[in-house]
């Protein structure tokens, strides 16, 4: 008898950590999980030399003022450049460097409420000079 009782409390302890596992999501855990996404924001842009034509293999660089923490993104063969999934409670810092050359420093503000922000990067100075 307590090796049954054993058995069912371990079998319903195992369904019951199956059903609350994250792959079963209700449906209010859903609708949060997609708000919070749709609050995400995207930095996206091309990286361009003086005379405005796209820098390939432009390394971007992008500083959670917040956490100091840097991400980078290879800009394509078309200049362009993109992060995604960012917080909109914190503020960013974006430039771009390519061999000797960097775009001055741009700030993405967590009081712009856009989700979707566009930024051109010019490389227009030597870098390392301010």
Known sequence: MTQRWLFGFVTLLALGLVSASPGTLSAQD???REKREA???TVRGTVTDRDENPVAAAIVYLKNVKT????TYISDDDGKYRFSGLDPNVDYEVHAEHEDRA???RTVSSFDSRKEIVIQLKLSKKRGAD
């Open 68 to 71: 100091q923490s840097v991400k």
């Open 39 to 41: 609050q995400l924001r």
């Open 103 to 105: 775009s001055p420093t």
């Open 30 to 32: 859903k609708k949060e």
